[in-house]
């Protein structure tokens, strides 16, 4: 058997780090179990999905580094789920109902005063004939309702039926079915609810693992007895810790909050998001992984916690400037000539600069600095600006080597008795107009004579 998994989201906007944390949960399971991922779009509500918006995900999941084996939508297989309602119809454990959202919100009122669980009371198993040709006759649409197996004879006695699993990532897992009411699985307009159309792909595309959010574990139950339903074995299950932010408020798609392409656009890298998104709220240590195969020999769905996982963007930038720091110039390459940065000192400038940035764009500012001197001229004191005129007369003669910076300050610590930062920083703002960045030594041969020549105050 092959391990297949899928990540379905609804295009109505676009994803944020915690719908990554689900693509990626998937993708690094069927990396370790050398298994298939189907992409597939809950594209069912035709008036807010868009393909700009599918567009967008595989985009955000291409920059992650996920690329499916197979991209299917929902709204284009309505035929198979025409089916599988009929189907559930002639086994009799879909039911029309009648009731209208005020009607079946008082009944929950009603229910909630007696001490009941506020749950569909079946009231439209009981309809007769006439009462169902009255409620059509005045225009009402049926909506239609899964029977859920709660029950030994009469459907109006629902029983503690309990309905277990092994989860991947919980562990034991028991929800009642009792406690639930039967949902609904076609509107009155005909449209399908998520429910139908998830358990239907999964069987139809042999989705043998089925990982996502922990806010879907009740829906599990009823999701298990619709797969026995339909006759299908249900796959393996597990749910994951959601992600929050770091006063505890949800991430949501409507928003924006956190999308991956704001996230792209403030120069994080993928390896920055992945990492996060997949190792916070686990017993892992966040650290940067390089690439998603070494991320996923760090992945074990069952060290998940169970409880939410507190996300800050500021751990984002750590892990950012740990893989900037360690970045070949190889992998930096084609995008520093983007940036223009290019030619015989690009791969020595990096190595240079690399430890000092927080984000790749970060390497422009160094860039200028090196070929045009310092953006803003420091401002010197008198006693500085006569130490500076002596320094640079004792500047070494071409040609310059790795030796060069040792070289000159060490005539500069012997002529003027300056040393340690007395004498390094008014050098560091002669020659860059910044009090901290890349070591000097690297630098100025990159500068050569004239050019560290023209920044003499």
């Known amino acids: 058997m092959t391990v297949t998994v899928r990540f379905a989201p609804s295009p109505t906007g676009r994803i944020h780090i915690g719908n990554a944390r689900t693509a990626l949960f998937n993708w690094l399971f069927a990396m370790n179990n050398k298994g298939r991922y ?12 868009t393909q700009e918006f599918a567009d967008s995900i595989l985009y955000d999941l291409h920059w992650l580094g996920i690329f499916p084996d197979v991209t299917e939508y929902q709204s284009r297989r309505f035929e198979i789920y025409d089916a599988a309602v009929e189907r559930l119809k002639a086994a009799r454990v879909l039911y029309a109902c009648y009731e209208t959202p005020e009607e ?9 005063t007696r001490g009941q669980p506020p749950v569909y009371g079946r009231e439209a198993l009981t309809l007769t004939p006439e009462q169902v040709a009255e409620y059509e006759s005045d225009g009402r649409r ?4 899964f029977l859920l197996p709660n029950f030994t004879s009469d459907p109006l006695q629902p029983e503690r039926t309990e309905v277990h699993w092994n989860d991947l990532v919980r562990g034991e897992e028991t929800v009642d079915l009792a406690s639930l009411s039967d949902p609904v699985l076609v509107r009155e307009d005909g449209t399908y609810l998520y429910t139908l159309p998830s358990v239907v792909d999964d069987i139809e595309m042999g989705v043998t693992h089925v990982i996502r959010g922990d806010d879907h574990v009740t829906n599990t139950g009823v999701q298990i007895a619709l797969f026995q339903a339909l006759g299908a074995e249900p796959p393996v299950f597990g749910h994951h810790n959601l992600l929050t932010t770091v006063s505890g408020e949800g991430l949501s798609k409507r928003t924006g909050a956190l999308s991956i392409e704001s996230l792209r656009g403030d120069g994080i890298e993928p390896m920055a998001v992945a990492s996060l998104a997949v190792l916070v709220g686990t017993s892992e240590n966040v650290t940067a992984a390089h690439d998603l195969g070494e991320l996923a020999g760090h992945f074990d769905p069952a060290a998940t916690s169970k409880s939410a ?10 892990l950012n400037r740990a893989l900037m720091h ?12 983007v940036l223009g940065i290019s030619g015989d000192r690009a791969e020595p400038f990096w190595l240079a600069v690399r430890g000092n940035l927080d984000r790749l764009s970060d390497a422009v500012a160094w860039w200028r600095i090196l070929s045009d001197g310092p953006q803003e001229a420091a401002e010197f004191s008198g006693e500085d600006r006569d130490f500076l005129h002596q320094a640079f007369d004792l500047l070494p003669e071409e040609p310059w080597n790795g030796t060069v910076w040792k070289d000159w300050t060490g005539k500069i610590r012997e002529a003027t008795g300056r040393k340690g930062k007395p004498l390094f920083m008014p050098l560091r703002l002669a020659l860059t107009g ?20 023209a920044r003499r105050p």
Request: hydrophobic fraction near 35%; charged fraction near 40%.
């Open 309 to 318: 996982a507190k996300f800050d963007p500021d751990e984002l930038f750590v």
């Open 38 to 49: 189907i992409q597939r779009f809950d594209d069912t509500d035709v008036v807010r999905s």
């Open 434 to 453: 910044r009090s901290s960045g890349p070591e000097l030594a690297d630098l100025l041969p990159l500068m050569g004579r004239e050019g560290t020549l």
């Open 142 to 145: 049926p909506h239609w309702r």
């Open 104 to 112: 079946l919100d008082l009944r929950r009122k009603v229910r909630r």
């Open 326 to 337: 360690h970045m070949p110039f190889e992998e930096a390459r084609d995008r520093l000539i």
